[in-house]
């Protein structure tokens, strides 16, 4: 009997279909992490990884709420691995960590890059671990813009605005910024500057004047913050965990119990829904979190948002 080419092409692509939704499943249906990196029983530790850049606030409040309400953590452990992101985000898990410090130790531990909004966060915590070579600082804010208009002139495309004041099209990049413009964004930035500087200070317990020179958008290694008195010690995961003993009162004798926020499972209807791109990309992100940082950056500084990046 003679085979049917489109019955072929058919079942080949069935297959490939399923294997989809067999990786689909076990990507965010199925991402078991492991509960503890110290074997169970003995003190348990909540750890929450705040890594790539800075744009929502929601999933880590909320992870922080979970801790703080479980009395089995005794200590919240904050792994930041991040180059900062947008203003307000930064600064609302800021003041959950403060909250949440008042309840149970915070200990934040930088990892590869600690900088502008991920300094922002650590220094809300009761103490910062730093690995020596750790990219952290960058203490600043920045807002991003650019002039199109000789773009537009070349590709002989006017643009209009109606607007009902002279600032409601600030930043507008079919244009040069006016003097005035410019001014009033500076004073904006200047006045988000000025929270940085005392969050920084408040968290460090320095004096103002004693931060303002470095917090001039510099970024300083980890052996360099903690000379500066940014930073508490320097070390990895070991060295954080030794802080959180010393700060939850722990002995040594007994065993730290590492725990992680569980993942959120999606049901088959989110997964094959009209969401199923974004279900799948934050099911990717979770299990390999570089992709946060690539995620992040498409709303980068270009949105023309503050940013403390």
């Known amino acids: 009997m003679k085979k049917n080419p489109l019955l072929l092409l058919l079942g080949i692509s069935a297959l490939f279909f399923c294997l989809f939704l067999v990786f689909v499943f076990s990507t965010m249906g199925n ?7 110290m074997g169970h029983g003995g003190v348990t ?3 929450i990884k705040i890594h790539g850049v800075i744009m929502d606030s929601q999933k880590t409040l909320k992870e922080l709420k979970d801790f703080e309400e479980d009395s089995a953590v005794k200590a919240i452990l904050l792994r930041i691995d991040s180059p900062g992101g947008a203003v307000g985000p930064s600064q609302e898990i800021h003041d959950a960590v403060l909250r949440v410090d008042k309840v149970k130790p915070v200990i934040a ?16 915590a009761r103490k910062i671990v730093s690995n020596a070579g750790t990219l952290t600082g960058s203490i600043g804010v920045i807002m991003d813009f650019a002039n199109l208009s000789e773009l537009y002139k070349w590709g002989k495309v006017e643009r209009f605005v109606i607007k009902s004041g002279k600032f409601k ?15 009033l964004l500076q004073s904006l930035i200047g006045n988000v500057y000025e929270q940085f500087l005392k969050a920084v200070a408040t968290g460090r ?17 980890g052996e360099q913050a903690f000379n500066a008195k940014l930073v508490d010690k320097l070390g990895g995961l070991d060295v954080a965990l030794d802080s959180i003993r010393e700060e939850a009162k722990i002995d040594a004798k007994q065993k730290l119990n590492l725990i992680y926020p569980e993942p959120k499972k999606r049901s088959l209807l989110e997964v094959l829904g009209s969401g199923a791109a974004d279900s799948l990309m934050q099911g990717l992100v979770e299990r390999f979190p570089m992709l946060e940082q690539l ?13 403390f990046l």
């Open 31 to 37: 991402l078991v992490k492991d509960k503890s990196l």
């Open 45 to 47: 530790i909540g750890v």
């Open 109 to 124: 531990s930088m990892e590869s890059v600690a900088a502008s909004g991920g300094f922002y966060v650590a220094v809300a």
């Open 169 to 183: 099209d600030i930043g507008s990049e079919n244009r040069p910024m006016t003097a005035d413009e410019k001014a």
């Open 205 to 221: 317990h320095l004096p103002v004047e004693q931060v303002r020179p470095i917090a001039d958008g510099r970024i300083l290694t």
């Open 295 to 307: 995620k992040g950056m498409q709303a980068g500084p270009g949105t023309h948002g503050l940013m």
